[in-house]
């Protein structure tokens, strides 16, 4: 047990070193925290969505923006995670479609110079790529985390940025999103505040 435990860390630590020497990603990333940043100083608001695991990081990803993370005294970002409210979620789903429950939040809060941003691990999310679909459409920046895409995934042609995490393990594709969610918060309330 202790083998398998060692080798599960093993593998974490292998893929954040490579996260570190992945420029392309770095410079997504960079790009991400960049629109963010114009977001917020255009008056828009970020709005992140995802399923499962992607939508308790996109819950989290909410908090880090609108509450605090390492500046303490500051005011919070306007961020919005379309995961939370579930009389939303649950009758979206009843009445229009799970396909759907992103993009007609997008469409009834979201605006023009705004960002979103969709998680998902497969890439294959069809509520994400609808969301980012419509989003894009609606002059809404977007963003996805995924982890590795195919050359002819369909969520390409609606996202304006991706962060592709260098996996195909979820497990592995969670712990570098978790890492990008935080080095944007940190350093987008570095270049906001601080």
Do not use: W
Not at 75 to 96: M, Q, R, W, Y
Not at 136 to 145: P, S
């Amino acid at each position: 047990m202790i083998e398998k435990c060692v080798k599960i860390v093993e593998d974490s630590v292998n893929l954040f070193n490579n996260v570190l020497h992945d420029e392309a990603l770095l410079k997504k990333t960079e790009e991400t925290i960049l629109a963010a940043i114009s977001c917020i100083k255009n008056g828009g608001k970020i709005l992140i969505c995802g399923n499962g695991g992607s939508a308790a990081d996109a819950q989290h990803f909410a908090a880090e923006l609108v509450g605090t993370f390492t500046i303490k005294d500051r005011k919070g970002f306007p961020a919005i995670a379309l995961t939370s409210d579930t009389a939303v979620l649950t009758s979206l789903c009843n009445d229009i479609s799970v396909e759907q429950i992103f993009a007609r939040q997008a469409e009834a809060i979201g605006k023009a110079g705004d960002l979103i941003i969709g998680i998902t691990t497969s890439g294959r999310s069809k509520n994400i790529i609808n969301a980012l679909s419509f989003s894009k459409a609606a002059g809404i920046k977007t963003v996805c985390m995924t982890g590795l895409l195919p050359q002819d995934a369909e969520i390409k042609l609606s996202s304006d940025i991706i962060l592709e995490a260098p996996s195909t393990s979820t497990p592995r594709i969670q712990e570098v999103h978790g890492l990008l969610i935080h080095v944007i918060c940190e350093v987008l309330e570095h270049y906001l505040v601080g």
